[in-house]
């Protein structure tokens, strides 16, 4: 239930706090006092989309605020996870939301910030708001699937399982569609993956090749310098007065000194070390002279590799590895279009048998919908019988749906007649706006037990009834009070009296500005607003006396 709502800088309002009890909570004022702002702010508290235009002139920002409790912690607990907040150690649910000039807002639960959207969710979950236009949302296509799907709990289980089966279905129906228009396009992205995936495999690429091509043509297009270089060398170290020769010389000559002073023979071994590396190096360089020959039909064939190599880098590159995943993704991407271009039979099974997964829980939940709706026609008509409407009848029609559809049913909708020996008609074509008050309040009274620790608000409900009918309906709110805590704003005396908690809104004026004021009425001022109500601001004893029997009548 809400026990407070706190609201600054909105619209009309300045500053003004609520302080709320279980029951019925009553608010009634002047047209144009603010009550209808009250509804608006506790519906932009819970989720409604907010603008700057709703702060109070001349202010920086708005903010509202509500404390709600729940029936255990447990409950409070499971309504913080369902919407994805830790469960703490706190006895109450408190919502926060702030918008400042600039457009910027935030918006709290607990105290942590949080998204319009999880606002949206948590105020689902605790308020339920019947408005001055509840008659358009009453006869939309949706209401009678939403009242019968939720009068038991298996209905809202098969609700909540074919609508998640049912987007599973669209997205792959989409998907299927969004194919078929494109299979011409398809068809040509299959072509061009097949042309250059061949082209790619063709070419025979291994990693690295390109750099050992590379080397391999330097090598081969500057061989006459390599092999005048090479020679030379061989030369220097090879030839009669070369290198080695005079290296060995220079043994020879410090091996004999040696035998005169023993510190130069460590200096006769590093020549004689540096002579076997001499001729090492020559017999290499023998060796690599002979392996780097190349003849002309070698070279052309390395010219052509690099240029093939090249070609694959310069389209699918810019380098060798490159091109090499291009052929892995390529292909990847060919055996999936061709899979489903070609060879779509597993998917096809699948698509059937989600359909029929579909359809068979559209049997199921539209079953039990016929079942509720029979259960609760004569039980609304019951409702309505004690409001004044005594020949009123009502039953549930239902065209299921061929194929799969939102919401499961072809049409989904309440018949009704108010009067005796009138045909049943659709309720959206025959039922007027004090029919629909009452119809409304029946379906709340028969839904209260499954919203137990909700607050449930009605913003003038009982607009365009009167006299015994309106004794009727205010007695009918009391009793759904029992079950759940009820707001009502209203005009009437007889809804009025129901209260166990009442406020009344007024305008003030105060330096030139309109701003609305709110005032607990109890015991005698809470009668004398009745009275107001009755025979206004005037009231006789008689308009005193009569507002007490009213209230201790629809007390009893």
Known sequence: MLQSLHIVNFVIIEDVSFELDRGVSIFTGETGAGKSVLVDALAVLTGRRASVEDIRRGTPFFQIEGVFSAESPEIRNRILEDCGFEPDEGTDIVLTRRLNSSGRGQCRINGTLCSVRQLEQMGQKLVRLHEQNDNERLLAAGFCRRMTDSYSEKGRRLSADYDSLYRQWRAMDEERRAFAAKRQENERRLDILKWETEEIRSADIRPGEDDEIEKKLDIAENREKIYKNTAAALRFLEDEDGGIERLSEAVRSLTQAARYDGALEALAEKVSSAVYLAQEASRDLAAYAESTEFSEEELNELQQRDEILNGMKKKYGPALSDVLAYFEKGTAEYERLHSMIYENEEAEKKWQALTESVMEKAGALN?????????????????????????????????????????????????????????????????????????????????????????????????????????????????????????????????????????????????????????????????????????GKNFSENAFKSAEELCRSLKK
């Open 367 to 535: 079953r039990e919908r016929t079942q509720n709706g029979d259960s609760l026609c004569p039980r609304i008509g019951e409702i309505l019988h004690r409001l004044g409407m005594p020949h009123a009848r009502l039953q549930f029609r239902l065209v299921p749906a061929a194929v799969p559809v939102p919401g499961a049913a072809e049409e989904t909708e309440f018949l009704f007649s108010a009067n005796e020996g009138e045909p049943l008609r659709p309720m959206r074509r025959v039922a007027s706006g004090g029919e629909m008050t009452r119809i409304s309040l029946a379906m709340e009274s028969l839904n209260a037990g499954l919203f137990s620790g909700e607050t449930l608000v009605f913003d003038e409900i009982d607009t365009g009834i009167s006299g015994e009918v309106a004794f009727r309906v205010a007695a009918q709110i009391r009793q759904i009070s029992h079950t759940v805590q009820v707001l009502c704003i209203t005009h009437l005396p007889q809804t009025a009296a129901i209260a166990d908690c009442h406020y009344r809104l007024s305008k003030e004026i105060r330096g030139g500005r309109t701003m609305t004021e709110a005032s607990r009425l109890e015991g005698k001022a809470h009668i004398e607003e009745i009275a107001q109500m009755i025979s």
